[in-house]
């Protein structure tokens, strides 16, 4: 018999991190890091003969035999079947299938470590995972493609249909590890968040990001609470993080660390990548119109577009330049992540939830507790990725070689499968007096104006002006 909504609020939460087991966030590292720690293992195993060192002959990194291992539906048009076949038109269902596989695995070994049942796990798992190849199927066609709309829209469209209207199995409900999968997979992230590419760019990048982003994140929060006078603190949080810094992976982490709901979280989500697509395709238009420097533009898109696939492809559609300017000062803003939830749990440690009647602990300690760990195992994956991929040419490619042709699929998959979860358990009818009342999308929508406005005039402030020189190709 389905489960209601509101029976998954109760019992819908993760069997991962039980007294009996492992805490959640220590389960994610250990796997996120277990994941990163193979890519780059059997990625030196099966490294090329020749010039390793050679970016010509290896412009995506070494090539890695676990490529083989985790594939996509390729792109459709009429039929969705077409997205199972190769180029030369031969049925390519395996490489699908075993991504598929890494979610039930990563989800099994998660129950394990949190001391759930494998048992209980692994019937809602296998479907858990056909939905999230069906969102993966719906973003790979044609038309929806060329619009840049993400699986992680089509993954909280699947899950909140059949949540909300066909109900959840409850022999599902143990399979529903979202908040798990997702970190995960900002744990696999951390591998691709390179401390050289943050510093490409060198100050000019430091300073779009690094200032922009904490003045529009605390003015954002100020604004929907008092302003707007948005009842919840952590749905203004979560919105002002996701539109702020960088969409979905700070609203997961603020999330984390200020308690916001699977319902609020989803909301938060759900306007980011509305509204991602409608700037992906109005920003490079209008940078044209304004006649803005194309640095200025690519930093300008860089800093206020949410998710990166979004980021790279407006600010290519500048010009290739354009295009990694854009990239990088996402980048940077990504490696914000740790420190703004950190914030977040301090400041909901010492002002909003503290208890003046329990026993007084230091503000540092609270924090602490609220912090979310599993970012630990993103600053440390992204550090020790760095410190390989500056040990030379070669060990570059290496680094970019696992990331590029493993971690970054495996993360996908994870992320995919955590917002079909997300929308699993999110109840429709707990957002519509939030909803109808229109007060989020005002409060996305006026600080997005501010982030826009802002980030452009550091822009053309760093990149048109003070530093010209210094990043012009």
């Known amino acids: 018999m389905p489960a209601s909504v509101e029976d998954r609020a109760k019992t819908g939460s993760s069997d991962v991190g039980r007294a009996r087991g492992l805490h ?7 796997i996120g890091a277990g994941l990163v720690i193979l890519a780059l293992a059997v990625t030196w195993a099966g490294r090329p003969d020749g010039d390793r060192a050679s970016r010509e002959a290896h412009p ?27 180029g030369s038109g031969r049925v390519a269902v395996a490489p699908v299938a075993l991504g598929m596989g890494w979610v039930v695995a990563v989800g099994t070994l998660g129950a394990v470590l949190g001391g759930g049942s494998v048992r209980r796990f692994l019937p809602g798992g296998a479907l858990l995972a056909a939905l999230t190849c069906l969102a993966y199927l719906l973003a790979a066609q044609k038309v929806v ?3 840049n709309l993400e699986y992680p829209l089509w993954a909280l469209a699947v899950g909140l249909l059949v949540g909300n209207v066909g109900g959840v199995p409850r022999w599902l409900t143990p399979a529903l590890l979202g908040e798990f999968f997702i970190k995960t997979g900002l744990v696999v992230f951390g591998a691709e968040v390179l401390v050289s590419r943050l510093l490409a760019l060198g100050l000019p990048g430091l300073m779009t990001s690094w200032i922009v982003t904490p003045v529009v994140l605390v003015s954002t929060y100020l604004f929907g609470v008092h302003a707007l006078r948005i009842p919840s603190r952590p749905l203004c949080m979560t919105l002002a993080a ?5 969409g979905v992976s700070a609203a997961i982490a603020t999330g984390a660390a200020c308690r916001a709901k699977k319902e609020e979280l989803s909301l938060a989500i759900g306007l980011s990548l509305f509204f991602t697509v409608i700037m992906m395709v109005a920003m490079p238009p209008a940078i044209r119109a304004l006649g803005l420097d ?3 533009g690519g930093a300008w898109i860089g800093g206020t577009i949410d998710a990166t696939g979004a980021v790279v492809a407006a600010g290519e559609s500048l010009g290739k330049d354009v295009g990694e300017v854009a990239a990088t000062v996402k980048m940077i803003q990504n490696s914000m992540i740790g420190l703004i939830a950190f914030a977040v749990a301090a400041y909901w440690a010492g002002w909003i939830d503290r208890d003046v009647s329990g ?10 507790r609220r912090f979310p760990r599993f970012i630990l195992g993103f600053l440390g994956a992204s550090l020790v990725c760095s410190a390989l991929h500056g040990l030379g040419p070669a060990e570059a490619l290496w680094v970019e070689g696992a990331t590029t042709g493993f971690t970054a699929r495996v993360r996908g998959w994870l992320f995919c499968a955590g917002f079909v979860c997300m929308g699993l358990q999110t109840n429709v009818r707990e957002l519509a007096p939030l909803l109808a009342s229109g007060r989020p999308v005002v409060l996305y929508l006026l600080g997005q104006a501010l982030n826009l406005v802002l980030t452009l005039g550091m822009a053309s402030l ?4 003070l530093f010209r020189n210094a990043v012009a190709p």
């Open 294 to 296: 194309p640095l200025v």
């Open 359 to 368: 026993p007084r602990g230091t503000l540092l300690g609270e924090a602490w």
């Open 242 to 246: 996701d539109m702020s810094v960088c």
């Open 60 to 86: 995506k990194g070494w090539p890695t035999p676990l490529a083989a291992t985790v594939g996509l539906p390729g792109t459709w048009t009429d039929s969705p079947l077409a997205a199972f076949r190769d």
């Open 145 to 147: 493609k060329f619009y």
């Open 24 to 30: 959640e966030d220590l389960a994610a590292v250990l």
């Open 462 to 465: 760093t990149f048109g002006w």
